[in-house]
C-alpha cells in the first residue's frame, strides 16, 4: 500500500534570482522559499518531480561573483 500525499494543490517554481518558491495554490501562499544564491552562491536552473510528488531534484549552476 503507498502512502497518499496529504498536500494537494501545491506548486514549486524557481526564478532567475535563485530562489525556489513552495506554493498553496488554492489559497496563492507562498509556504516556503529557499534562495539558493544566499546560501550556495547558486542559481537554480532546472527542476522535475518524481512520478508520485513526494521528491524533487534540482539543477543548478554557480553564479559568477563579477
Known amino acids: 500500500m503507498s502512502k ?3 498536500a ?3 506548486l514549486c517554481t524557481i526564478d532567475s ?3 525556489l518558491k513552495h506554493w498553496h495554490v488554492t489559497s496563492s501562499k507562498c509556504l516556503h522559499t529557499i534562495n539558493l544564491t544566499e546560501t550556495e552562491g547558486k542559481a537554480a536552473v532546472c527542476m522535475d518531480f518524481s512520478s508520485d510528488g513526494t ?6 549552476e554557480k553564479k559568477d561573483s563579477g
Not at 521528491?55 to 543548478?60: A, M, P, T, V, W
Open 55 to 60: 521528491k524533487f531534484i534540482l539543477g543548478s
Open 17 to 19: 534570482e535563485g530562489r
Open 4 to 6: 497518499q500525499i496529504k
Open 8 to 10: 494537494k494543490n501545491v
